[in-house]
């Protein structure tokens, strides 16, 4: 699969990738109590994880946080955004740290403590530039095993854009739409307050489609068929799902 993806996005060589990073359990650890704000109201916990491109991080969504901040301040100060960041980025690390709520920052730490990490937030989030990004390393796909609402602000009719729409997966917005992002921002508040999470949490059809079973058998007959018609085929066997770990 690995020389499959290379061969379609060759720039992606130099970057360490695990293939198929969302095939694992679904998420099963327990909830810590909730993080307070000063006064003890409990805080709205929203998290992304991944890399912060530059590209990703647009002023409009700044935009929109400062307006949501002059709108509804009290709100605000229950509001934190958590980056769990794949690498150092002095450009993101920047960016977030000029934003008007609550944030946190975690660098490089992507095993266990984050599975619990997102799955204490409350809302996962997404900020994808691409509007064609391969399904399989799509974040929405990475997300579903936590069974939590997402927050795509992404390209409008793009891969992820479908995703959360086609299968109400939660939140979504237009990159590049300041008020679209705040009026996201406060649906997801008015949806806390009122206890409807629950609502915006993948079904269990869309967890079997884009579990292991399902997406080893399109991979592989994706594989199979990429291999077959390729100059420079790559070798494949073919192995029966049974057989995987």
Known sequence: LRDVELAAFPEMKNVPVVI???????????????????????????????TLRKKRVQGVFADALHE????????????????HLARPNPHAEAFIRSLPIHTKITLGCFDDHLDQELVNAHVLMDIEA????????????????Y????????????????LVTKHN?????PLWDCEA????????CQDWRRGRFSEKCPSAEVLERFGPKAQIEDLLAL??????????????REIPIKDWP
């Open 68 to 83: 949501f901040v002059r709108k509804s301040p009290q709100l605000a100060e229950t509001l934190q955004i958590t980056f």
């Open 20 to 50: 198929l990073p969302h095939l694992t359990k679904i998420c099963s650890f327990s909830h810590s109590p909730r993080n307070t704000v000063k006064g003890g109201e409990a805080l709205l916990r929203i998290a992304f994880a991944g």
């Open 169 to 173: 997966l939660g939140y979504y917005s």
């Open 181 to 188: 992002i705040l009026s996201s921002l406060f649906e997801i």
């Open 130 to 145: 691409e509007e064609d990004k391969p399904l399989s390393l799509t974040k929405v796909v990475n997300y579903l095993g």
């Open 223 to 236: 594989t199979m068929n990429v291999g077959s018609k390729s100059k420079t085929s790559v070798p494949v």
């Open 147 to 162: 069974q939590k609402p997402i927050w795509a602000i992404c390209m409008p009719n793009g891969t992820t854009w479908e």
